[in-house]
């Protein structure tokens, strides 16, 4: 029964066999030439003598026809004969052995990349060997062989990959010299020998005649129609509407115009790289055995218009004015019954819906707000700060206070801190060339290396504050303890930034460097240089004798949609790029800076950003050494003479805003071709006479002060009456709350005119226009409050730092006397807190303390997250306060008001002289005192019982 079965399959491998020869051969046969090769001879020879001798293949047997088969399908590895094979089934002189991972990585031949079904063998020094049993001992896989390594002649040794473990390991090795060449080259079989030399084997090759093969072409036959023309004119798509016109105009100045293309990163704008993701269509699947496609994978932008007809008609009407009845009209329809009875069959259904209103909201959403009574400090949920990160250096930042914080504006997880010696002003005199030699530095860390800073900004002096640009991330802007402002550009190691991937760089080099030769004895000897962190120089600093005469504690860039010109005036800003700083020292003065070159010199940035030969960029080379305020306001005091020494600074516009432009109405339209969103093709901007003022905009600020001191004042240039000089008015008022400098003063993200006042051991809130009070001021605190920050998805929780560590998180609408949240983060005094929303779903808050460290939290879900009716309740509880300062501001001008009236009627009654009473006035008070005087006395008896009141008598009948 198996011998039948076996004579079946045999006879139908044989024909399939056939079957497919031939098939290949009439596939090929209009490619054959006179001159083909004589392996193709031979091969074709070969076959067409299988075909006429079928008896000598089946008294052979039958694998050779399906081993035929198989080779032209794909050449196999030949296996070693079968009467070679010991017991298990390997070959003789060869054991089984079991590589693992790492040692397939060693000796460089990974299963399946470097040793494959078809390539399977991989020679390997025995030397290797060897020293691999010696340094890993009994964890190398070559110990089970050990014994034979040692005995082994040879210099290298064979190891087979065993794809289908069909002697039970991944991999067997051959122990001899013998087997080791059987292997490589093994014995070819009689049968293949005498497909050469014919039947007999003789060695003797038949002479094979030359075919030659002419093409010829088919000849042309009459059409027949079946139909198919009628199919192809149903589905043709005519015209049938009349085509639209348009007219495509252009600027004449732009034809011709030269471009300049340069390179960028695909994240710098959106829309700037479009994957285009292969999937399987399952509905439409075909195979083909060899096809030649080119793709293009960029997707195209295409423009286009049409105009649809509305084919559905519909009755609407649009009112857009109100029908107003005639005093005549509205006095009939008011008497008419028709009125009357329809206001009482209204009423009862309408003070039902109002009650039902008053009840409850038919609109609320219950799914919404359905885990918003779990966001309150009463509840079971997490409410505390965890600890995400910290960051601190050995040698650049530990022992160090740590003055300004900054998170890159669109690098998520890259954040700045600045550095400062921990000194007293004394202890910097006298130590002041001890200092200098340190190095003063910025440095920018990264959440993928928490050891490692990415990169080191050098400055002249220790930096007290600094600002990422908004326009340009990559330009830095910053203020010494020495008054100078300096200026960084990091676009050469923007990549660094972004791309970072240190911890994967140092995982690569243990491998790779022994495979490339570096480091063969021992790892570790890589390139320091490639991880080394980059040190990059101030590219611009400015000049010592216009700059502030004392530490600059404040800086900030002027919003993109405005300038400030040399006499105070806001103007717009066509380019809508950030080009000009505003910095605030000690000294008294703000000074406003440009960062345009001058008219005549117009670098582009492309060849301002070539580094010198030092490595500095060139981009504020004009600006270097030289570099002095385009506008410089002293904020004078109220009374007296002097100037406030500023801490903090703040404006009304912030970055970002666009309402003071959506105000200005022009009918330029040439505006449109200003370039948005980088520094532009040119440096240089427009004059300032082309530029309108900007309605809305003010030029008032508030100015925190070293004495704590609140003050309001203007930096619009004024002609003094008195002295007659050009400068700006005094502040119009001055508040002292805090009995310590003021570190902290910041709008509310989500209201313009509220800001924090943090000082001291106390903060205030306050309402720009509201000058008599705060709306909010705390009560003492134990220890000094050092830091301050709203928060900037919640509008009534704010950040505070104290001096001895701690956190305080308050929350207006939890309450206000108290902070509803207390957390210690360190055991030195709090700097600077600077809360980051990174998505939706994470709030980071940056914390710097006194000696160097910066701590990163992550903030809770009930912190960050916003409830439906947050904002209107701040707005109405801020509402309430303003009225009730109103009303305190009412009676106290009230009493002022009668005191003064009282005061003003005593002095009159001390003025007037009294006058002399007459004798008949005397008389006429004399009676009425007699009088008075008998009523007393008579009513004092009667209580005695002295008296006795008779009885009136009746009257007379």
């Known amino acids: 029964m198996a011998d039948s079965e076996n004579k079946e399959v045999s006879s139908k491998e044989e024909e399939t066999a056939k079957q497919d020869e031939k098939d290949k051969d009439t596939t090929n046969e209009g490619l054959k030439t006179p001159g083909e090769s004589s392996r193709q001879k031979s091969a074709r020879s070969g076959s067409a003598k299988g075909k006429s001798s079928p008896e000598k293949s089946s008294s052979k047997g039958k694998k050779p026809a399906k081993g035929k088969a198989k080779k032209e399908e794909a050449t196999q590895p030949t296996p070693a004969p079968a009467d070679e094979e010991n017991n298990d089934g390997l070959p003789d002189g060869t054991v089984a052995l079991f590589l693992s991972s790492k040692t397939q990585e060693l000796f460089e031949c990974i299963a399946d990349e470097q040793v494959t079904v078809e390539n399977p063998n ?417 590219c611009a600093v400015s000049s010592i004798e216009h700059s502030h005469k004392s530490a600059i504690c404040d800086i900030q860039w002027v919003p993109d949609h405005m300038e400030v010109t040399r006499g105070g005036v806001i103007v717009e800003s066509k380019t809508m790029t950030c080009t000009q700083i505003l910095s605030a020292s000690v000294d008294g003065t703000v000074g406003i800076w440009d960062t345009k070159p001058p008219k005549g010199q117009t670098p582009s940035v492309e060849d301002a950003r070539q580094d010198n030969p030092l490595g500095v960029p060139t981009t504020f080379k004009h600006l270097d050494l030289t570099w002095k305020p385009t506008l410089k306001i002293p904020v004078f005091r109220v009374e007296g003479s002097g100037e406030y020494g500023v801490t903090r600074i703040s404006i009304q516009e912030r970055q970002g805003d666009r309402g003071a432009v959506e105000k200005l109405k022009t009918g330029d339209m040439e505006r449109k071709e200003s370039s948005v969103g980088h520094m532009g093709g040119s440096l240089r901007m427009g004059s300032a006479k082309d530029k309108k003022p900007l309605e809305g905009a003010t030029t008032k600020f508030f100015v925190g002060t070293e004495d704590g001191e609140l003050v309001y004042a203007d930096w619009k240039l004024e002609k003094d009456a008195d002295s007659g000089k050009i400068q700006p008015p005094r502040p119009q008022f001055c508040k002292l709350l805090h009995h310590r400098s003021i570190n902290t003063l910041q709008r509310s993200p ?15 809130i306050w309402k720009e226009g509201h000058d008599t009070a705060p709306l909010l001021q705390s009560a003492a605190a134990k220890m000094r409050l050092t830091a301050g920050y709203w928060s900037p998805t919640r509008p009534a929780v704010f950040f505070i730092g104290t001096a001895d560590g701690n956190v305080d998180v308050w929350d207006l609408l939890d309450r206000t006397h108290e902070p509803s949240l207390s957390q210690n983060v360190s055991a030195s005094a709090i700097t600077n807190i600077f809360p980051w929303d990174v998505s939706n779903k994470q709030q980071l808050l940056a914390v710097s303390d006194s000696v160097g460290t910066l701590h990163i939290l992550e903030v809770p879900w009930t912190l960050r997250h916003c409830s439906a009716g947050e904002l209107p309740s701040v707005t109405n509880y801020l509402d309430r306060e303003v009225k009730r300062l109103e009303y305190i501001d009412n009676r106290q001008s009230f009493h002022v008001d009668n005191k003064r009236k009282m005061q003003a009627e005593e002095a009159e009654k001390k003025m007037a002289q009294p006058t002399e009473p007459n004798t008949e006035e005397m008389e006429n008070k004399m009676k009425v005192e007699w009088i008075e005087f008998q009523e007393d006395e008579k009513k004092f008896l009667e209580e005695l019982g002295l008296l006795v009141v008779p009885d009136e008598p009746l009257p007379d009948v």
């Open 122 to 538: 991989k020679l390997i020094p025995k030397e290797a060997i060897i020293q691999d049993m010696k340094t890993r001992a009994a964890v190398s896989d070559f110990t089970p062989v050990k014994q034979q390594m040692q005995e082994y002649t040879g210099e290298e040794v064979l190891v087979i990959y065993d794809a289908d473990f069909k002697f039970g390991q991944n991999f067997y090795i051959a122990l001899t010299e013998e087997a080791k060449e059987k292997i490589m080259k093994p014995p070819v079989p009689e049968g293949e020998e005498g497909g050469e030399g014919g039947e007999g084997g003789g060695g003797v090759e038949e002479e094979e005649e030359d075919i030659i093969y002419t093409y010829v072409p088919p000849e042309p036959k009459e059409w027949v129609s079946l139909g198919s023309e009628v199919e192809i004119e149903d589905e043709a798509v005519t015209e049938s509407r009349q085509k639209l016109t348009f007219t495509i105009q252009r600027i004449r100045r732009e034809f011709g115009a030269p471009v300049k293309f340069s390179d960028r990163g695909p994240d710098d704008i959106k829309d700037g790289y479009i994957e285009c993701v292969s999937f399987e269509d399952k509905s439409f699947n075909i195979k083909k055995m060899e096809l030649d496609t080119s793709t293009q994978a960029v997707g195209t932008y295409t423009e286009k218009g049409t105009q649809t007809d509305w084919k559905h008609p519909c009755n609407k009407f649009t009112q857009y004015a109100p029908r107003l009845y005639e005093e005549e009209e509205r006095k009939k329809l008011a008497e008419s019954t028709d009125m009357l009875n329809f206001i009482n069959q209204v009423t009862p259904r309408f003070e039902l819906a109002l009650q039902q209103n008053e009840i409850m909201d038919v609109f609320f959403d219950d799914w919404k707000a359905l885990a918003d009574e779990d966001s309150t400090f009463g509840s079971k949920s997490d409410n505390h700060l965890k600890e995400y990160q910290s960051f601190t250096d050995l040698l650049f930042s530990k022992d160090k206070t740590l003055t300004c914080i900054e998170w890159h504006p669109t690098i998520k997880g890259v954040i700045a801190v600045s550095c400062s010696e921990r000194v007293s002003f004394d202890d910097r005199v006298d130590n002041a060339s001890k200092i200098l030699m340190n190095p003063s530095l910025i440095l920018l860390w990264s959440f993928h290396d928490p050891i490692h800073p990415q990169i080191l900004l050098e400055a002249p002096d220790d930096i007290f504050c600094f600002k990422f640009n908004p326009s340009d991330p990559n330009i830095i802007t910053g203020g010494c303890i020495n008054g100078q402002v300096v200026m960084w550009d990091i676009s050469k190691y923007s990549d660094r930034l972004r791309n970072n991937q240190r911890g994967k760089q140092a995982k690569k080099n243990t491998m790779s460097s022994l495979r490339r030769g570096r480091g063969r004895e021992q790892p570790g000897f890589e390139d320091e240089n490639t991880d080394k962190t980059p040190v990059v120089r101030y």
């Open 750 to 764: 989500f209201y313009k005119d509220i800001i924090l006042v943090v000082g001291g051991w106390n903060f205030t």
